[in-house]
């Protein structure tokens, strides 16, 4: 007898129909665990996610390090981040807990979870962040001006200086450029540990371990990051200085009770914006500039709203303006950074046929979602006007998650992308030095254009 098809055998063993209609027990379909394809999918996950989807339909199930259910379609994306707060678990790997700490929002669930992030979130959004903008600009210009007019310049390295610089003042408040050196250099030592391949392995495998040398040149530099962060809690607490970041609102900030958050909680949650901030607004800032020069008629169009404004605008009024927002949101739809928002299941779940057990880790992707040919028309193509010309719903536009764990940096990043795109090409000109169609690449856990995008400054902008 001829063997069935792998992928078709597979399922079929796995499934049992427990009604004539359409629950179904176990996982959707999806491609086996293969090597090559754990390899092709962390290479670059967006091509293959689509595959995916296209292959076994759009819910489907992934083999990777881990075993997830996956899906793109609206409708399911919808059900995943309206459901209740108790419908989900904490994700309770060693690796992301050895960066991220054991006190913070993620690894919270249900209502502590809602509770935490109540007190949290105002805190990075509304009008505390209208005060940001003027420092986001200055950090903007520091990065971005002192190059020669012919230089090349790869975007990625002041785009690094711009978010570190912006995330250092707004959020950690670190008011002085003696504070952000300390501060730079304490947060490059601890990046450089958890993103060192063998820190990575060894968190991928489960290890978990203090005294495996990787983790503990890691904890060393964690403890350094915590003493300074210590210190710009004390600071906060006794003169107000920094009365504009985000750690010396939410030191003052009380939950209903009448009880603040305690230092390990709030020192977790800073390391989690730090983390979770920095290079998601560093890749976003090398896509929106390579895309404006890549298509001159939208850079045109951009510069002709800003025009009227001036380099020296309101950082507000620019935050209003109509093109530059679609600009943004173009950015963040064609090369969402973070490509599936990932939640495991605390409660039992029907998703589309599938009745899914506690404990199944399920994601909705961003990256098939902001491709579905319904919702985005040509979705390869960069075309901001399709965000003056319909309003997407939140479960049809995922570049900062949704419900209960939604990136609480929304409003703050896509502020700061509107003003240093604004700042940086109201005062410069630069021709793109890519030809051809930008690869992608992994880097610190997430995908950056390969290059880092690389643009000639031809002059100032008169
Ligand atoms: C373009 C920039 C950014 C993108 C694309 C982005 C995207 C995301 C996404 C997709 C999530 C997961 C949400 C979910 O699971 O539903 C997330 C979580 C998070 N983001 Fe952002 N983010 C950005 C910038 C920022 C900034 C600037 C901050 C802080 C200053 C920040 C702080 C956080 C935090 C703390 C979490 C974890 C929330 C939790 O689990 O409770 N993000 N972000």
Not at 48 to 71: E, H, I, S
Not at 240 to 250: A, K, N, P, T
Request: glycine share 8%; net charge positive; charged share 25%.
């Amino acid at each position: 007898m001829r063997p069935r098809k792998r992928a078709e055998s597979h399922v079929h063993a796995k499934l049992s129909i427990v009604t004539a209609t359409t629950i179904v027990r176990g996982l959707p379909p999806g491609p086996p665990f293969q090597l090559l394809q754990m390899v092709r999918y962390l290479r670059d996950p967006y091509v293959t996610l689509r595959g995916f989807a296209r292959r076994y339909g759009n819910l489907f199930t992934v083999r990777t390090a881990r075993v997830c259910v996956m899906t793109g379609r609206p409708d399911l994306v919808k059900q995943i981040i309206t459901a209740p707060v108790d419908q989900y678990g904490a994700i309770h790997e060693p690796g992301p807990a050895r960066v991220l700490g054991l006190y913070g929002t993620t690894r919270m669930a249900g209502r502590p979870l809602r509770r935490d992030r109540r007190l949290l979130v105002p805190h990075f959004q509304g009008e505390a962040l209208n005060a940001l903008g003027g420092m986001i600009r200055e950090a903007a210009i520091e990065a971005f001006e002192g190059f020669e007019p012919g230089a090349t310049i790869v975007v990625r390295e002041p785009a690094i200086a711009v978010a570190l610089d912006v995330i250092l003042r707004a959020v950690f408040g670190a008011d002085t450029p003696q504070r952000r050196q300390e501060f730079r250099t304490a947060v490059r030592a601890f990046s450089k540990g958890f993103g060192s391949p063998a820190f990575l392995l060894l968190a991928a495998m489960k290890f978990d371990n203090d005294n495996l040398p990787p983790f503990r040149r890691f904890g060393v530099a964690r403890r350094r990051l915590e003493e300074l962060l210590q210190d710009a809690m004390q600071r906060a607490r006794t003169d107000g200085v920094d009365s504009h970041s985000v750690l010396r609102r939410v030191v003052a900030a009380r939950y209903d009770d009448g009880t603040p958050m305690t230092d390990g909680a709030i020192r977790d949650n800073m390391i989690t914006a730090l983390i979770a901030g920095h290079e998601t607004s560093v890749v976003s800032l090398c896509w929106g500039l390579y895309w404006l020069h890549r298509e001159p008629r939208y850079l045109q169009t951009l510069l002709d709203e800003l025009a009227p404004l001036g380099p020296d605008a309101d950082p507000m009024a620019w935050g209003r303006l109509p093109f530059l927002d679609a600009v943004v949101k173009e950015t963040l739809r064609l090369w969402p950074v973070v490509t599936d928002i990932n939640r495991v299941l605390a409660q039992p779940m029907q998703l589309g046929e599938y009745e899914l057990p506690p404990g199944t880790n399920i994601a909705a992707s961003s990256a098939i979602l902001h491709y579905d040919p319904d919702l985005y028309p040509d979705g390869e193509t960069f075309r901001p006007e399709r965000f003056l010309e319909r309003r997407f719903g939140p479960h049809e536009y995922l570049p900062f998650g949704g419900g209960e764990r939604m990136c609480p940096g929304s409003h703050f990043s896509v502020y700061e992308l509107k003003i240093v795109l604004a700042t940086v090409l109201t005062r410069w000109r630069y021709t793109l030095l890519d030809e051809g169609t930008m690869k992608v690449k992994r880097m610190g856990g997430m995908m950056t254009p390969a290059t880092g995008v690389r643009l000639r400054l031809d002059g100032p902008r008169r």
